[in-house]
């Protein structure tokens, strides 16, 4: 019988993931199934599910939207990276125990260090929105040897408190946070991890935040140019992305943890990604 995995959320049919896993295993020769779980609106919804997966002999679990949370709150064990983020979005289920990890961090970070062969060592890196997805990806880019990382937000105090929590962990890397207005200098890698394109509207980050031959990444994907990358190049940025890569990377990282052994990436980037025009 093939192993079980994955995909928990609500909603959950939009997902890429069965897709992006079934390519994986295809291409490293795993015997393994992977589906779709809508884990409901309930508040009771994700424990009732992650209950029956387990007891049908699922194996491991990849978490979206509301559950990252649930997720991490649910597992006996959890790497530093989940309990910092404060979210798990993969779980291992390892005999009795449920082990979490977080990924998304690390899939952005391969994305734009391999994918988009843009070294990110003593890079100046600012991330605009201090929701979720920054929250998972400011330690990766520090530990990637950022020279120094900026959080601006909408709401200014939420970057200030993110920044002011994470910074002990940050290493060397100084970590700042505060509103857009107080943006001061220019960066090498702009990320846009506010859900702004998601209602076709782009964050007030100043043109002059953007450094000769900057990289703008928006985590959003299979929206095209969005109005920030879209600003970003009108600014002077060099390079523009999406994040499907980072969608995929973090896929991959789950993929290895699962099965040990780390998929060639190239088949689902090359299936799912759009051309920005
Ligand atoms: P979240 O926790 O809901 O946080 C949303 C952030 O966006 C907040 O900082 C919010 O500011 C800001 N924001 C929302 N609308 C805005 C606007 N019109 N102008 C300026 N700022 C605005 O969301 P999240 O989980 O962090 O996700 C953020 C984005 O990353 C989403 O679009 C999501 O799809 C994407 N994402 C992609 C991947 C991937 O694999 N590619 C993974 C994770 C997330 P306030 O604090 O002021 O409200």
């Known amino acids: 019988m093939p192993d079980r995995y994955a995909v928990i959320g609500h909603p959950i049919a939009h997902s890429k993931s069965p897709l992006i896993h079934g390519l994986f295993a295809q291409a490293a020769g795993q015997d393994m199934v ?4 809508d884990g409901g609106a309930g508040a009771d919804g994700f424990a009732r599910a992650l209950a029956a997966f387990r007891a049908a002999g699922g194996r491991g679990l990849n978490v979206t939207l509301p559950f990252k949370l649930a997720a991490l709150q649910a597992a006996d064990a959890a790497s530093d990276d989940a309990r910092l983020a404060g979210a798990a979005n993969a779980l291992r289920f390892d005999g009795g125990r449920i082990e979490a990890r977080n990924f998304d ?28 997805a920054t929250r998972g990806a400011l330690l990766p880019l520090a530990r990637a040897g ?19 929590e994470l910074a002990p962990h940050a290493g060397a890397c100084p970590l700042n946070g505060g509103g857009f207005d107080a943006l001061q200098g220019a960066f090498d890698v702009v990320i846009n ?7 076709g509207a782009a964050p007030p980050v100043p043109a002059s935040a953007f450094a000769p031959g900057a990289l703008a990444y928006d985590m959003v994907y299979g929206k095209g140019l969005t109005p920030f990358l879209r600003a970003a190049q009108q600014a002077g940025a060099a390079q523009v992305a999406d994040g499907v890569g980072m969608l995929v990377e973090q896929a991959a990282e789950a993929f ?22």
């Open 34 to 37: 992977y589906e779709a779980i």
């Open 105 to 132: 961090g690390i899939g952005l970070v391969r994305d734009i260090e391999v994918n988009l062969r843009r070294p990110l060592q003593g890079q100046a890196v600012l991330v605009l929105g201090a929701g979720g």
């Open 146 to 164: 950022a020279a120094r990382i900026v959080v601006a937000n909408r709401t200014a105090d939420k970057a200030a408190a993110l920044a002011a």
């Open 193 to 199: 991890a506010t859900s702004a394109s998601l209602s």
């Open 256 to 277: 290895a943890w699962w099965r040990g052994v780390r998929p060639d990436t190239r088949a689902a980037l090359a299936r799912l990604t759009v051309p920005l025009a």
